[in-house]
């Protein structure tokens, strides 16, 4: 277990007119996979009666330093987009671990400390968030509420968010729902400690994709979008 710490954040980078071939926006709107049939009957019927989110805009941790596209003013929040009640492996795992609310469930792009991009399961709960392959019917990281210590993001109109954990590893993700990814983890760590998450804005902050593998991310906006660089850095 790798000591506390605390995320890195830069000075902001200076916006940029010209035209770029750089990786703009990236999309996670994949279908979700079909629902197995069969789940637990009493549980689910909890979990139903539970998963719709109470947000509103007012509530979101924004307050006007990110840019935000027209379609994300007035989304309206579903919470589960892939019907968990449904999906009998994952309410297996919830049930064996004590969580009773689903908070937030849908397919996310997960970066990898080697640099890869996988499709993957984020599902936000009353207790934990958890990343799993559905795929490979596989349970890959579960995380309590309690250990989230930041949010980083860029002031741009991009897709990225990464989740701070000092007491781990962090975690590098894009989806289009991550205004609501955002505000869902700083009301529900509200509920669970004093301190609640703190959201921080830069343009180029650093996460740690591994105990040992630290990345910066940079993020500037060209004409049509955003560039966003993903870059190993040396730990001092």
Known sequence: MKPL????????????????????????TAPPPPPPPDASASFSR????????????????????KVRRRTSLHREYKGDYLNVPSNPYVMKILEKQGDRQVLFADNILKFTGSGKIKRRMLLITDL???????????????VVLTAIE???????????????????????LASTRKTEIVTVLVEATKNKSDYGIEVVFSNRFEYYAAADNIKEVQFEEVDGGVR???AKKSAS
């Open 5 to 28: 710490r605390r995320v890195q954040i830069q000075a902001p980078l200076a916006p940029n007119n010209n035209n770029s071939n750089g990786a703009g926006d990236s999309e996670a």
């Open 128 to 142: 934990a968030i958890y990343i799993l392959d559905l795929d490979a019917s596989l349970l890959k990281r579960r």
């Open 228 to 230: 966003t660089r993903i």
């Open 150 to 172: 930041n949010l980083c993001l860029s002031e741009l109109s991009d897709n990225f968010l990464a989740i701070i954990i000092p007491s781990e590893y962090d975690c590098l």
């Open 46 to 65: 909890v979990l139903r009666r539970q998963t719709a989110t109470s947000v509103t805009e007012d509530q979101e941790p924004f307050m006007g330093v």
